[in-house]
Structures are given as structure tokens and as C-alpha cells.
């Protein structure tokens, strides 16, 4: 008798135990704001509540159609009780940035495992559209300006440097315009160094452009370098913003072999030579040595990785032509889909990071996707660009293999 009574009471526990747990897993999503201009961030946030042991599987990110996504990490687990049993709870968050005005629907996030299959209610997103009649668009949150100088004196032909560094918080890199850089009497400006990156941080994005410029006085006496803004709209880009560095006057001595020079007589070529771009080498030859690497690089041994890699190159070729930056995009991709195919990179800059080069080298397509002017495109010579960027891909060049940015397993 008091073994019968023994199991029923550990019946009834198993029982109770599986009725508590029966509402999890449990997967929710949310997106803050639910309405944005384009261009503007969205954080998607996916909470999935589950019970470790019982409930293991995957979580899938869903499509989030035409917008660009970066992945904001996880956050969790973290116990939390559900109706009396120890659960779990972990937090997903993407970074949006919708690319056209109206309606975004987002469909639905999944957890799946072995007889597991929850999935969360789709969302949606009103996009509106950017103000007509501007000169550029960067919905921000905030937006500073640093700029540091070089030190000692300063004489003609020997160049000022100055470099600004500008930050902007929910938005990327990429989406940070190029500061104005104007020559003026007396000295010329030169843009010479370039870094975008793009720092992932709780819940936001932080944007980074850093240029480095020269000013390289031609002539003795005061040289006067302007003031740069960089405008930007806030308040959820409704309320134009100006961030500002001053500028700054110098002293120029003359050169050397200037001193004893007469009057009026012109100051010496500058000791440092301007270095003129090349011009840009035959299209034909460049795709022939693009090809070549990048064959030599994303070799897999695998029939199909070859047709579908040649299938890429060909659409690379010609989105680079006609100056398509969706197009250029979307074949990089399936280039990496074709190098990767148990875990293909979802953006330009884990393609980069996977093929080992700069993700600056992206930054032309980038900037012209987030461009709002219809005819706004990488043009020849970007295209070229990006086969060149090809062609340097280390042919030894063997990441490891993870999981997706959308994808994460439980166990």
C-alpha cells in the first residue's frame, strides 16, 4: 500500500510538473520605434523563455526584407521562474535600418528542436520617407566631432595634418558622409586616409568616420583653415543639427631654397610630391586577374561551389558595369554563400572579415545604399574597385566555421 501511494505521488508530481511547463517555450518579438524615417534604427528584440534539459533547439532570426541588419549579440541566459519551474530566458537584438518608405512587414521568428516548434507573431514597421531638398541624410541620435592637429612650426610645402574623427550613435559607418574638404588660396587639401567601422553596443549602433587631410601651404604667411560641419537630423529625424569643429590659423614660414629668392618669384614644388591617382587599369585585364584569384581563393573542391562561385563572378561583372550597388551587394554575398556554404556570411562586413580583408574596401557600395538620391551608385571605378579588393583575397585564407549572426543554439 505505501509503495502504490509512494508512485502515485510521483505521478502526480511528473504530472504537475508537465502541466506548469506545458505554455514554454515561449518566443516573443518587439521592434522600438514602430515608427521610423528610412534610414533610421529599429532594434528588433526576440526574447525566447524556455526550460534548459527539456527544451532544446534553435532560434531562427526572421527575413527582414529590404533593410540593412546588424546583429546586436544575445544577452542571457537568465533564471527566471515561470509558474514554479527554474526556466531560462535569452535575449536577441538586430540593429534595422529599413531602405524604403511604407510598410515593413516583418514575418514571424521561430525556435525549433526535436519535437519543438514555437513561433513568435509577425510585426511591423511604418517607414516615412526622408525630407525632399536636402543635401544629405543622417538620422542620428547624436552626433560629435573631434579633431586633433599636428604640432611644430609650419613652412610651405610641408603639410598640416589634421585629423577628424566624427561619431555618430544609431547609425552606421557607412552612413556617415565625407567631410567637406575645399582648397583655398595659399594651400591645397587632400584627403588622404579613411576609416569607417561600425561598433555594436546594447541596444544601438555607434557609427565611426575618421579621415586624416593635409593642408599643404603653397605660400609664406598666415594660412586659415575653415571650420567643418557635419549636419545630421535628430528628434527621430525630424529637427536639423549641425555638429561643428572650429578651424584654425597658422604661421607659414617659407622654404628653403625660397629665402633668397626675388620678389614675386613663385615658391619651389613642394618637398613631398603630390602623389596623382593612377589611372585605372584595362577592365578586361582586371576581371581576367579578378577571376583568377578569387578561383585560386574560394576553391572547395565541390562541383556545384565552382558553377555557383562562376555564376557570382558573372553577376559581379556586370553589376559593377551598370553601377547597380544592390546588384554588387547581392553577388558579393553569393560569392560568400558559394565559399561558405555551411555558413555564409550575411553582410559585406563579416564577408570581409571571413576573406581577411578591410571592410573599408565595401564602403562605396555601402555609402551608395544609403545614398537617397535614386541615381546614386558606385560608378566605374568603384566597380573596378571592388575587383581589385577581389583579387587581393588570400588564397590561403580558412576561417572557422560558426553559426550565422541569426542563428543560435540551446542545448
Known amino acids: 500500500m505505501i509503495r502504490h501511494l509512494g508512485l502515485s505521488i510521483l505521478f502526480l508530481a511528473a504530472f504537475s510538473s508537465v502541466g506548469r ?28 523563455i524556455r526550460i534548459p534539459g527539456i527544451h532544446n533547439g534553435y532560434f531562427f532570426a526572421p527575413d527582414f526584407g529590404d533593410a540593412i541588419v546588424i546583429d546586436l549579440g544575445r544577452s542571457g541566459p537568465d533564471t527566471v521562474s515561470v509558474d514554479g519551474d527554474v526556466a531560462e530566458k535569452t535575449v536577441h537584438r538586430f540593429a534595422l535600418f529599413p531602405q524604403r518608405p511604407g510598410q515593413m512587414d516583418i514575418p514571424a521568428a521561430t525556435f525549433s528542436g526535436p519535437a519543438i516548434f514555437v513561433a513568435s507573431e509577425p510585426v511591423t514597421i511604418t517607414v516615412e520617407a526622408a525630407p525632399t531638398d536636402i ?33 555618430a550613435v544609431g547609425v552606421t559607418g557607412a552612413q556617415i558622409p565625407p567631410v567637406e574638404v575645399a582648397e583655398h588660396a595659399g594651400y591645397r587639401a587632400i584627403r588622404r586616409d579613411v576609416a569607417v567601422e561600425t561598433e555594436p553596443s546594447g541596444t544601438t549602433v555607434t557609427g565611426r568616420r575618421i579621415e586624416t587631410l593635409h593642408y599643404l601651404p ?32 597658422f604661421a607659414v614660414t617659407g622654404m628653403a631654397q625660397a629665402e633668397t629668392a626675388p620678389a614675386g618669384t613663385p615658391i619651389a614644388a613642394p618637398a613631398e610630391p603630390i602623389v596623382t591617382p593612377a589611372e585605372p587599369p584595362d577592365d578586361r585585364r582586371i576581371w581576367f586577374l579578378a577571376a583568377t584569384a578569387v578561383i585560386l581563393a574560394l576553391a572547395a573542391g565541390a562541383a556545384w561551389t565552382w558553377r555557383h562561385h562562376w555564376t557570382a563572378l558573372i553577376q559581379l561583372r556586370g553589376a559593377c558595369r551598370r553601377g547597380d550597388a544592390r546588384a554588387i551587394k547581392a553577388a558579393l554575398l553569393k560569392i560568400g554563400r558559394a ?7 550575411r553582410t559585406l562586413g563579416e564577408l ?5 580583408i578591410p571592410a573599408s574596401e565595401f564602403e562605396s557600395i555601402q555609402q551608395s545604399l544609403f545614398s537617397t538620391s535614386d541615381a546614386a551608385g558606385p560608378d566605374t571605378i568603384s566597380g573596378q574597385r571592388v575587383a581589385r579588393t577581389i583579387r587581393r583575397v588570400p588564397r590561403a585564407s580558412r576561417a572557422p566555421s560558426r553559426l550565422p549572426g541569426g542563428l543560435a543554439e540551446f542545448r
Open 339 to 345: 565559399r561558405f556554404p555551411t555558413n555564409p556570411p
Open 352 to 356: 570581409a572579415m571571413r576573406l581577411g
Open 21 to 48: 511547463s506545458a505554455e514554454l517555450p515561449v518566443l516573443t518579438t518587439e521592434v522600438s520605434p514602430e515608427t521610423q524615417v528610412i534610414q533610421g534604427q529599429v532594434t528588433y528584440t526576440a526574447t525566447v
Open 135 to 167: 543635401a544629405g541624410w543622417l538620422p542620428a541620435m547624436s552626433v560629435t566631432v573631434d579633431q586633433h592637429w599636428s604640432t611644430g612650426p609650419v613652412r610651405a610645402g610641408h603639410p598640416v595634418v589634421r585629423t577628424v574623427e566624427v561619431r
Open 218 to 249: 603653397t605660400t609664406a604667411g598666415k594660412m586659415s583653415i575653415p571650420p567643418l560641419a557635419v549636419d545630421w537630423w535628430k528628434d527621430g529625424g525630424t529637427t536639423p543639427s549641425q555638429a561643428i569643429v572650429p578651424g584654425r590659423t
